[in-house]
C-alpha cells in the first residue's frame, strides 16, 4: 500500500506564498506520474500540478501557471509544490497523487491519494 504524507499547508493572505510538501516511502514514485489535485467546498477535485517523476515533465493547470512550480527530490522522495502570488480562488483541500498514467492524473479520479492538507487563502 502507497503511503504519502502531505504537510506546508496553511493560512496564508492573497499575494502570500506557501510550500507543500509530499513524501514517498523509497520507490514509491518511481515510474508514476505524481501530482497535486485540490479541492474547494462544493466543488469536484481539480488537477493543479503534475511531473513525470523518472523524466521530470511537468503538467500545470492554466490557472495556476506562472504562480506555482512543482518539483521532487529523487534522495528525499519528496514532491513539493512552491505555490506563489496565492488567491482566494487557490483556498482548497490539497491532496498528493501517484498515479499509473498521465491521463490518470490529469483527470484527478485515480490513483493513490494522501491525506489532504488545507490551504487557506485570506483576501
Known amino acids: 500500500q502507497v503511503e504519502l504524507v502531505e504537510s506546508g499547508g496553511g493560512l496564508v493572505q492573497a499575494g502570500g506564498s506557501l510550500r507543500l510538501s509530499c513524501a514517498g516511502s523509497?520507490?514509491?514514485?518511481?515510474?508514476?506520474?505524481t501530482g497535486w489535485i485540490r479541492q474547494a467546498p462544493g466543488k469536484e477535485r481539480e488537477f493543479v500540478a503534475g511531473l513525470s517523476w523518472s523524466f521530470g515533465t511537468t503538467y500545470y493547470a492554466d490557472s495556476v501557471k506562472g504562480r506555482f512550480t512543482i518539483s521532487r527530490d529523487f534522495a528525499k522522495s519528496t514532491m513539493y509544490l512552491e505555490m506563489n502570488s496565492l488567491k482566494p480562488e487557490d483556498a482548497a483541500v490539497y491532496y498528493c497523487?501517484?498515479?499509473?498514467?498521465?491521463?490518470?492524473?490529469?483527470?484527478?479520479?485515480?490513483?493513490?491519494w494522501g491525506q489532504g492538507t488545507q490551504v487557506t487563502v485570506s483576501s
Open positions: 523509497r520507490h514509491t514514485f518511481s515510474g508514476y506520474y
Open positions: 497523487n501517484v498515479s499509473p498514467t498521465k491521463a490518470t492524473m490529469l483527470a484527478g479520479t485515480g490513483g493513490s
